[in-house]
C-alpha cells in the first residue's frame, strides 16, 4: 500500500467580528494522520468522514478505493475539503451535518471529534510549540466538556447509520478513554484500542 502522503491543504481563516478569527480548517496534525492510517487498514467500503475538515482523511480514502462521503458542520471547510478533493480529480460526495443530521448509511465511519467550539483551536496553538504532546491534557481539560457531549452524541445516534458488520473509528484522548469504553458497552459497541500514540488513541467500535 502507498504512504499516507501529506495534503498541500488550503488553510481558510474566517472572522465573524472585525479583527477576531473565529474558524481555521488547517493541514491535518498527527491525530487525523494515525486516524486514516488506521482507517486505510479496512477493507475498502463505502465509508463516511465526520467533521471532514480540510478533507484529508476522505480523500486518502478515496484514492485507496474506498467509496467516500464527507460532511462537516463548518461550510468552509466543506468548501475547502471540495477544493482539495477536486485538485486530486477524486470523487468524493461532501455535505453539511451536524453529525449524523443528513448522514446515509455506511460500512465504516471516521470521526476526529473538535476539541472546542471554535473548531480551530487550542490544538493548532499547542502543536506550534515542542511541548505540545506533554499540554494536550490540559488543552482537553480547558474544554473537554464540550468534546466529551459530542462523542455522546457521536456513538449514541451510531448505529442506524452503520450497515451489518460496521464499525466506528474515532480519536480519543487519554483524558477521555474511560468515557469512550462506557459509551461504547452502553450502545453495544465493542471497543478495541487499533493505535496509539502519546496522548492520543484511535478506537475500534464494532457492532455486537
Avoid at 122 to 132: A, D, E, Q, T, V
Avoid at 200 to 207: E, F, K
Amino acid at each position: 500500500m502507498d504512504q499516507v502522503r501529506p495534503l498541500r491543504a488550503r488553510v481558510v481563516v474566517v472572522s465573524s467580528m472585525p479583527g477576531k478569527s473565529s474558524i481555521k480548517i488547517c493541514c491535518p496534525g498527527a491525530d487525523t494522520v494515525m486516524l486514516t492510517e488506521a482507517a486505510l487498514k479496512e477493507k475498502p467500503c463505502t465509508a463516511l468522514d465526520m467533521g471532514t475538515g480540510s478533507g484529508y482523511s476522505a480523500i486518502e480514502l478515496a484514492r485507496r478505493g474506498f467509496k467516500v462521503h464527507a460532511c462537516d458542520i463548518c461550510p468552509h471547510a466543506v468548501g475547502s475539503a471540495k477544493e482539495n478533493a477536486l485538485q486530486e480529480s477524486l470523487s468524493i460526495l461532501f455535505f453539511m451535518s451536524d453529525l449524523w443530521e443528513h448522514a446515509g448509511t455506511y460500512d465504516m465511519v471516521i470521526f476526529n471529534p473538535p476539541l472546542s467550539r471554535a473548531n480551530a483551536s487550542l490544538k493548532g496553538i499547542f502543536r506550534r510549540f515542542p511541548l505540545s504532546e506533554r499540554l494536550g491534557p490540559l488543552h482537553y481539560h480547558v474544554s473537554g466538556g464540550f468534546r466529551r457531549e459530542i462523542v455522546k452524541r457521536f456513538i449514541s445516534g451510531a448505529k442506524k447509520h452503520l450497515q451489518p458488520g460496521g464499525r466506528l473509528l474515532i480519536v480519543t484522548m487519554t483524558p477521555e478513554l474511560h468515557c469512550t469504553w462506557a459509551l461504547a458497552r452502553e450502545h453495544g459497541f465493542e471497543l478495541t484500542i487499533v493505535a496509539s500514540k502519546g496522548q492520543y488513541s484511535i478506537a475500534r467500535l464494532a457492532c455486537n
